[in-house]
C-alpha cells in the first residue's frame, strides 16, 4: 500500500533548493493582536523560520515525500 503525502505538512512548509525546510514563524499568533501598543520592533518579525533539528526534519520528510 502507498503512503499518502500529508497535506497540511505541505501547506505549511516549504522545501528550499538546498533542502532546507522553511515555515513562517507566526502565522497570526501574537501578531495581529494589540498591535498598536507594541514596539515597533516586536512587530516586524523575520517572515520565514528554517527547522534544523534532525528529528524534525527527518519526520517532516517522511510526511512529504509519500
Known amino acids: 500500500m502507498a503512503k499518502k503525502t500529508h497535506k497540511s505538512t ?5 522545501v528550499t533548493a538546498t533542502g532546507k525546510l522553511v515555515r513562517q514563524k507566526l502565522s497570526g499568533r501574537n501578531n495581529s493582536h494589540l498591535k498598536n501598543m507594541r514596539k515597533s520592533t516586536r512587530t516586524v518579525l523575520k517572515d520565514r523560520l528554517v527547522i534544523n533539528s534532525s528529528g524534525y526534519v527527518r519526520r517532516i520528510r517522511r510526511l512529504i515525500s509519500s
Not at 505541505?10 to 516549504?14: M, Q, T, V, W
Open 10 to 14: 505541505l501547506k505549511r512548509l516549504k
